[in-house]
């Protein structure tokens, strides 16, 4: 059986204070920081390295929780991965990704997001996921329907980016459906 947090292809760990600069490589990557986020101002070193090392170092208090992914290949960060907007009363949970635009396409995600919703659901008993997708982020529809999630919903023209306001696109997948899909680990 392999690891809790281990796919084929990458692994998920704890940030590092190490991470600094591969987590600074990620928010120089415009082009995945605006599919995936808020495009933000460029960050100093300094301050790249005390959010590295406040990450490391916060107390887990919830479920929320933001993770490396790592490629064993080169054994590199080539990604983050997080889940907010945890609910342990509703057992519903919101979640994130990116991946660097250099690594993008080569099955990464979709392990990345199997590794992390698998403990979700199978460890922490969380009964559903959702994800906010931008209306122009098409590879991440096209992602998310064929990773097993469902589309439904929009909050209309509630983003506001390259000068204009974008729908963002609701996607939810239930423990369940996720275990008809991909089988428990057990
Ligand atoms: C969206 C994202 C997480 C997908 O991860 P990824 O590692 O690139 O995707 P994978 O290589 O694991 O591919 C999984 C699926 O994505 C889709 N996909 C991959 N590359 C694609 C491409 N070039 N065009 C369209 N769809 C593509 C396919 O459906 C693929 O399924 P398949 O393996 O059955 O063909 C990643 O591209 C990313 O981080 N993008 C920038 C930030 C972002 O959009 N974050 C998500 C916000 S909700």
């Known amino acids: 059986m392999a690891g809790t947090w281990e796919g084929r292809l990458t692994f998920l760990r704890a940030i590092e204070p190490g991470d600094w600069e591969a987590i600074g490589a990620l928010d120089a990557d415009d082009t995945a920081q605006r599919l995936g986020d808020d495009l933000q101002l460029p960050r100093s070193r300094a301050t790249l390295q005390a959010w590295a090392d406040a990450e490391a170092t916060r107390p887990r208090t919830d479920d929320n929780v933001r993770l490396a992914i790592v490629a064993f ?11 907010h907007g945890a609910q342990p009363r509703h057992r519903s949970f919101e979640y ?80 369940r459906e996720f275990a008809d899909i991909y089988g428990s680990s057990l």
Do not use: W
């Open 96 to 175: 994130g990704i990116t991946i660097g635009s250099k690594d993008q396409g080569k099955g990464y995600g979709r392990e990345a997001v199997h590794l992390l919703l698998r403990y979700m659901f199978e460890e922490l008993g969380y009964h559903s996921a959702h994800a906010t997708v931008y209306a122009f982020n098409a590879r991440s529809q096209r992602f998310h329907e064929s990773f097993g999630f469902t589309p439904g919903g929009k909050l209309r023209e509630s983003h506001f980016s390259g000068g204009r306001f974008h729908d963002e696109l609701l996607y939810s997948i239930t423990a």
């Open 73 to 83: 290949a080169e054994f590199r960060v080539v990604g983050l991965i997080n889940v």
